[in-house]
């Protein structure tokens, strides 16, 4: 699974991290209560395409992408959700609904909203829907270097 991969990623970039283990959750906000993470902390990877082409946008969990932000601040046409098809094409590896938002992992472009940018550390599904990463949110960004936007409005 992508677990493995992202832990191999982690350990030869020699970051700290936990993989935080969870009884199945449906929603992000639901994950981060199963994980004991707080809510502002747990990133939740919604898939867009944007003028066709498939990017990650991250979000709080209780969050919801902005699409005339996404729009706006991307000066893409057309901004539309990915299908489930399509997400089982671009994360093999990865259980539906719990891709990681690490977009250079998959050749895609990833943008994060402005404010998981203000926490310490950053949460995310790992490729699973019971396998949770905790990561210093500074080490998130410096290997994925993400696109940062205001994307994200409250759910």
């Known amino acids: 699974m992508i677990l493995q991969t992202l832990k191999d990623c982690l350990d030869r970039e020699q970051v700290y991290y936990a993989v935080i283990r969870h009884p ?12 004991h993470i ?12 944007v ?3 498939p990017a990650l946008v ?29 997400l089982l094409e671009l994360f093999p590896g990865c259980q539906l609904g719990a891709m990681p938002p690490f977009g250079n992992l998959f050749g895609l472009t990833t943008y994060v909203a402005e404010e998981l940018t203000e926490d310490e550390e950053i949460a995310f599904n790992a490729g699973s ?23 994200g409005i409250p759910a």
């Open 51 to 53: 003028d066709g082409e």
């Open 58 to 86: 991250v979000l709080p969990a209780s969050s919801k992408v902005d699409v005339v932000r996404l729009l706006e601040t991307t000066g893409a046409f057309i901004v539309e959700l990915a299908r489930e098809e399509e």
């Open 129 to 151: 829907t019971t396998e949770v990463i905790r990561m210093m949110y500074r080490d998130y960004e410096r290997l994925v270097q993400p696109r940062v936007l205001p994307v």
């Open 24 to 35: 199945y959750a449906g929603s992000a906000q639901a994950v981060a209560a199963a994980a």
């Open 38 to 49: 707080p809510g502002k902390e747990m990133a939740k990877t919604v898939v867009m395409k």
